[in-house]
């Protein structure tokens, strides 16, 4: 069975940074696409990244600049460095394994459990 354990959440000030790290698996990683979403309260599931098995990346227009997702396949694990921080990038963040299509990253149904980020004073 896939699984995908999320780690590196946690609370942190306005500007701030914060790694996330998910590790799969089965040392899969080097052929799927990889995604980081994230979901707040009343809201829903956003892609905030996506990762190509070649290394392709797209992002939300919310965290472009801001956000980088990066992938070692020799590790089986991908990762979400997020600096500059704002109170709204608060959500519960996922891992999961995806295609990356022309028009664009689309989702499978295997999910990390999410990691809780809140940014906060």
């Known amino acids: 069975q896939v699984q995908l354990v999320e780690s590196g959440g946690g609370l942190v000030q306005p500007g701030g940074s914060l790694r996330l790290s998910c590790a799969v698996s089965?040392?899969?990683?080097?052929?799927?696409?990889m995604g980081w979403y994230r979901q707040a309260p009343g809201k829903e599931r956003e892609l905030v990244a996506g990762?190509?098995?070649?290394?392709?990346?797209t992002y939300a227009d919310s965290v472009k600049g801001r956000f980088t997702i990066s992938r070692d396949n020799a590790k089986s694990a991908v990762y979400l460095q997020m600096h500059s921080l704002k109170p709204e990038d608060t959500a519960v963040y996922y891992c999961?394994?995806?295609?990356?299509?022309?028009?664009?990253?689309?989702?499978?149904?295997?999910w990390g459990q999410g990691t809780q980020v809140t940014v906060s004073s």
């Open positions: 999961n394994l995806g295609q990356f299509l022309s028009f664009g990253y689309r989702p499978t149904d295997f």
């Open positions: 089965g040392s899969i990683v080097s052929i799927h696409a």
């Open positions: 990762i190509s098995s070649s290394g392709r990346t």
